[in-house]
């Protein structure tokens, strides 16, 4: 729509203009000048074009229109800009648990919920395992994602739970006691204390997670130990990283039997000597 002297137009000579042109785009220049909320309802709901159906929701902030539009519009565009504006918690739960509708307009909905136990809802009641995910990646109430990594049924769900979780009992008990190893190895990334990390490093019965828990260690005695107690090359390895200690390398050469372990003891024997 020209208007090269910057005029304004009146209201009626934009109605008209918005009721009567063919051109979409002259009709959405229309639109931009409308402040009249009753008329942007009418136009978002029955204008026959997306794209002006479009300014004209991006224009209103009537709830119940927002929530029509977000139920009803064909158009993607359009039930995406009206689910931005929505504001209900309730509304916004129920697009993002509604199964028939597109992801993106879901995963648009939950972004904009403000309510933890709503997300909480969204992550136990989705069949959808990415709007799960995505609900979890919001959770900050601990006790809602301690919840989750302690009871949920679904690995994957209970260690991106862990990755949320800061409360170091919480974690250490979910390292001791959760059944899949990979869960177990994610809450050891996560810990911090020193004896709780020795404690899976000696103790847990798959190496994957022995391995994240000695990546963690630095004490010398305890590396040197786990290395001539642990039975699996991959976490000896990690331990031997961490070594640099030439009496504690010595001491292992006396009686390390692995040559993979031996070649590298003399490696970094050969290092200290020469840093010295």
Known sequence: MENPQNQIIDHETLVKIITESPDYFERADAVKLISDQNLLCE???????????????????DQDTLIQIAKNDIDYYVK????????????????????????????????????????NDIVKNSIDKDIKCAAIELLTDQDLLSEIANNS??????????????????LYNI????????????????????????????????????????????????LSSIIKMDDDLEVKKIALKGIDNADFLNDLLKNEEDRYIRRKICEKLNIHHVAK
Do not use: G
């Open 153 to 170: 049924n679904d690995f994957y769900l209970r260690s991106d739970a862990i990755k949320r979780i800061n409360n170091q009992d919480t």
């Open 43 to 61: 136009i978002a709901k029955t204008d026959k074009d997306s794209y002006v159906r479009q300014i004209a929701v991006e224009k209103t902030n």
């Open 175 to 222: 390292a001791r006691n959760d059944s899949d190893y990979y869960v177990r190895a994610a809450a050891v990334t996560k810990l911090i204390d020193p004896e709780s990390l020795k404690y899976i490093a000696f103790n847990d019965s798959d190496y994957y997670v022995r391995k994240e828990a000695v990546k963690k260690i630095t004490d010398q005695q305890i």
């Open 80 to 119: 995406m800009m009206a689910v931005k504006k929505i504001s209900s918690n309730d509304v916004l739960t129920a697009i993002a648990l509604d199964h028939n509708e597109d992801y993106y307009i879901c995963k648009e909905a939950l972004q904009h919920i403000t309510d933890q136990h709503a997300i």
